[in-house]
């Protein structure tokens, strides 16, 4: 059976340092939830300039926030079931993300933010129409904290990136999972109370992966 790779970086500007990992997975069906939350999708409407988004990233606001709303149900009805399905995936980063997110309780669903959806989608435009390899920095030489600076973006802001494929549900629960991450860094950023606002962009990586980018920051 075909395989694929994902690929995820995620930068902790407080620390001045990026976090790699790489997973191997086969290609199978994805399993998804059988209904949509109408709470998460009602949050996510009425924030300004979702309908403008693409599909893909739509659905990685969709699932970032739906794990926000409700961590335990995530895991339930989301994560569970993926990881079930992939050996690769269960793993000690799987363990104790069930307990992170069974214990971690209702957090805010993150805001829009017009900005960070700028930055986010102009990264991934860059980084997927010059085919540059999975990384933080512009292929002009601008880093993360440059382009959050030269944006506006004020106090705390933190980046995660993902090269993958086959569906973004999957690719979210890959960022929480943090497989040989002991810094668990995309999972901390992703339950992170103090980040309320988030910026997402999704471009076309090659044939059938997407270059996916999700900028965060505290409330602006």
Same mark, same amino acid.
């Not at 970086?9 to 069906?29: A, D, G, I, K, M």
């Not at 269960?90 to 363990?95: G, L, N, S, V, Y």
């Not at 995660?160 to 860094?185: C, H, R």
């Given at each position: ?11 902790? /500007?407080?620390?001045?340092? $990026? =976090? ?8 199978? #069906?994805? /399993?998804? /939830?059988?209904?949509? +939350?109408?709470v998460v999708d009602r949050w996510n409407f009425a924030? #300004?300039?979702? &309908?403008?988004?693409? @599909? =893909? ?5 969709? !699932?970032?926030?739906?794990?926000? *709303? $409700? /961590? ?23 363990? %104790?993300?069930? &307990? ?12 829009? *933010? #017009? ?5 986010? =989608? ?8 010059? =085919?540059?390899?999975? %990384? ?23 980046? *995660?990136? %993902? ?14 999972? +943090? ?12 339950? +992170? ?15 059938? &992966? !997407? ?7 505290? @409330?602006?």
């Amino acid at each position: 059976m075909p395989k694929v790779l994902a690929i995820f970086l995620c930068f902790v /500007p407080l620390l001045s340092f $990026s =976090q790699v990992s790489v997973v191997e997975l086969e290609v199978r #069906p994805i /399993p998804e /939830p059988h209904t949509r +939350d109408t709470v998460v999708d009602r949050w996510n409407f009425a924030q #300004p300039g979702y &309908q403008k988004l693409s @599909q =893909q990233a739509k659905e990685l606001v969709y !699932w970032t926030n739906y794990c926000r *709303n $409700s /961590p335990k149900k995530f895991w339930d009805s989301a994560a569970a079931p993926i990881i079930k399905l992939f050996p690769r995936l269960q793993t000690p980063e799987a363990r %104790s993300l069930e &307990q992170a997110l069974i214990h971690a309780g209702t957090l805010s669903m993150f805001r829009l *933010n #017009p900005v960070l959806v700028k930055t986010a =989608q102009g990264h991934a435009n860059d980084m997927a129409a010059n =085919q540059a390899g999975a %990384s933080h920095i512009s292929t002009n030489g601008t880093d993360f904290a440059t382009r959050m600076r030269l944006a506006g973006i004020r106090g705390a802001a933190n980046e *995660n990136i %993902s090269i993958s494929s086959q569906s973004i549900l999957l690719s979210v629960i890959l960022l929480y999972l +943090d497989i040989d991450l002991p810094t668990l860094g995309h999972r901390k950023t992703l339950l +992170d109370p103090n980040l309320r606002e988030i910026g997402v962009g999704a471009a076309l990586y090659g044939k059938d &992966q !997407w270059f996916l980018v999700q900028d965060f920051a505290s @409330q602006q």
